[in-house]
């Protein structure tokens, strides 16, 4: 098993994903776990954050629909047995798309839902129990759960009322695992990109997202920071 501490990242592509990736391994991660579900693009995103951080990082990428649990649990057993299991746990996935009144299909919502809900379920139920152990174990651990959310669980936009809907039910379900397992020394928040993300936007570009992450995981006081 590769030594040194372990980022996952659940939800790797080249906007927020890659950024975080590359500046957490920089800054404290010699082990990366990414997982989506284009083998190409994880290619893509491997060799990105080899190039930004050196090849003395590890990364591991896993093809894997996160609404499959038994594919998704699979592929972090052998993630955990190549480079341990993860210090810090970003979660990130999420279909950005529109949706319109009434053409979309119940299906759709409920996909998003796996995606953004459940998904997230069974990497807490995975992780926070070994997230609270290393917390009592290690002063020197940062143990972190960090959800990537927005602004629509506050304020809906009709026309991407299925993602609002479940960005909504998954800050709910953060807010809970925060309540219950905060207090034992996980940090575990949101992160609010409140509006659309674009290399060209003066707050909402990926390497700033990723730098206002960092220091707010750093500090590891707050639920949530809004960007
Ligand atoms: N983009 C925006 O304007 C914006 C604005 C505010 C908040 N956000 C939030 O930011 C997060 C995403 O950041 P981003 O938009 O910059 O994207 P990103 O980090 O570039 O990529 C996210 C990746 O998640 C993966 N993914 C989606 N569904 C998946 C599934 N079912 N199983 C496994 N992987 C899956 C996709 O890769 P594959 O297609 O290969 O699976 C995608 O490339 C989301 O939580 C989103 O709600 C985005």
Not at 13 to 27: D, H, N, Q, Y
Request: net charge negative.
């Amino acid at each position: 098993m590769a030594a040194g501490k372990t980022l996952l990242v659940i939800g790797s592509g080249p906007g927020i994903g890659r950024s975080v990736a590359t500046l957490f391994a920089s800054k404290r991660y010699s082990n990366v776990v990414l997982v989506a579900r284009r083998d190409e693009s994880l290619a893509a995103e491997r060799a990105a954050v080899e190039q930004a951080v050196g090849s003395h990082v590890t990364v591991k990428t896993y093809a894997v629909d996160v609404t499959d649990s038994a594919a998704l649990l699979k592929a972090l057993d052998d993630a955990d047995a190549a480079v341990g299991k993860p210090e810090c746990v970003f979660f990130n996935a999420a279909r950005v798309l529109p949706s319109a009144f009434f053409e979309h299909d119940v299906k759709e919502i409920e996909y998003d839902l796996k995606i953004t809900v459940s998904a997230l379920y069974v990497i807490a139920q995975r992780y926070v129990p070994h997230l609270v152990a290393l917390a009592k174990a290690d002063p020197s651990a940062k143990p972190a759960l960090i959800v990537t959310s927005s602004a629509l669980p506050q304020h809906p936009i009709p026309q991407l009322f299925a993602l609002s809907l479940v960005k909504a039910a998954q800050r709910n379900l953060v807010q809970s695992l925060n309540l219950a397992y905060g207090p034992e020394g996980v940090h575990i928040g949101v992160i609010n990109v409140a509006g659309p993300v674009s290399p060209d936007e003066l707050e909402r570009n990926p390497a700033n997202i990723a730098a206002k992450t960092w220091e707010w995981a750093e500090a590891g006081k707050e639920f949530e920071v809004v960007i």
